[in-house]
């Protein structure tokens, strides 16, 4: 296994789970108080539930979701084309040796979380979670 392998089931590092939770909260304000001065952001609440952090602190994830899940595609060309900009704010926010690149990705938790709810309401799954009367 190499090195920079982690074994299965390892836990993320204390330090990464620490700086993504910092980097999450710089740019969750940033958003917020309207920082980016762009039609499409100004336009749309957006999410940060998570932020996921290279090994080596040095590539930030941030995982958005617009609220209401509409325009995802506007939003994150529109978060790519003000990235440098977010880039610097979370520098000037965030105190670590370098700033991170950012990407942007959609948090696609809300949508799987909300196909296993309707999966669940299905006649076929709830047939098999009533209990059997027939069994007492």
Do not use: C, W
């Amino acid at each position: 296994m190499s090195r920079h392998q982690k074994p299965t089931g390892q836990s993320e590092s204390p330090r990464k789970l620490r700086v993504g939770e910092l980097v999450r909260h710089a740019v969750a304000e940033i958003l917020a108080q309207g920082g980016v001065h762009d039609p499409v952001l100004e336009t749309h609440l957006i999410t940060v539930p998570e932020v996921r952090m290279s090994p080596d602190l040095k590539l930030a994830t941030v995982y958005v979701m617009p609220l209401g899940g509409r325009d995802e595609k506007l939003v994150i060309a529109a978060l790519e084309q003000h990235k440098r900009f977010l880039r610097g704010e979370v520098a000037r926010r965030v105190n670590l040796k370098y700033a991170p690149e950012i990407r942007f990705r959609i948090d696609e938790r809300f949508a799987e979380a909300e196909r296993i709810e309707k999966l669940l309401r299905t006649p076929a799954v709830q047939k098999d979670l009533e209990p059997d009367s027939d069994q007492d």
